[in-house]
């Protein structure tokens, strides 16, 4: 229904990069900020990066700031985070989510709808 679509987890080395996908419906990926978070075992959700609905505004966790780029293509209703110089640490469920206002946020609570996740793993 509404609910994004994550694609493009894998196993990575060390310092190597992956780029994810999310794909959402038209009507709510052109009105809203869009978001990815992550989970690691036994952690709680954190997290990871925000767009918002022009792509204008963007928003980092300081843990991925100057390494992940978020950045989303309207005409194609896809939002994509970049990730270069992965490190062991960034191993996580990355979940994509459909805000539910046009601002970028760092808060799980302006977010609509959740993805269900895709794996990232890197490997030392």
């Known amino acids: 229904q509404e609910q994004p679509v994550e694609s493009g987890g894998g196993l990575v080395q060390a310092g190597g990069s992956l780029k994810l996908s999310c794909a959402a419906s038209?009507?709510?990926?052109?009105?809203?900020?869009m978001g990815w978070f992550r989970q690691a075992p036994d952690e709680e959700r954190e997290f990871v990066a925000s767009?918002?609905?022009?792509?204008?505004?963007?928003v980092y966790a300081d843990s991925v700031n100057g390494r992940f780029t978020i950045f989303r293509d309207n005409p194609k209703n896809t939002v994509y985070l970049q990730m270069n110089s992965l490190k062991p640490e960034d191993t996580a469920v990355y979940y994509c989510?459909?805000?539910?206002?046009?601002?970028?946020?760092?808060?799980?609570?302006?977010?609509?709808?959740w993805g269900q996740g895709t794996q990232v793993t890197v490997s030392s």
């Open positions: 767009v918002s609905r022009s792509g204008a505004g963007v």
């Open positions: 989510a459909v805000g539910n206002s046009i601002y970028a946020s760092r808060l799980p609570g302006s977010y609509a709808y």
């Open positions: 038209g009507r709510t990926f052109g009105s809203y900020a």
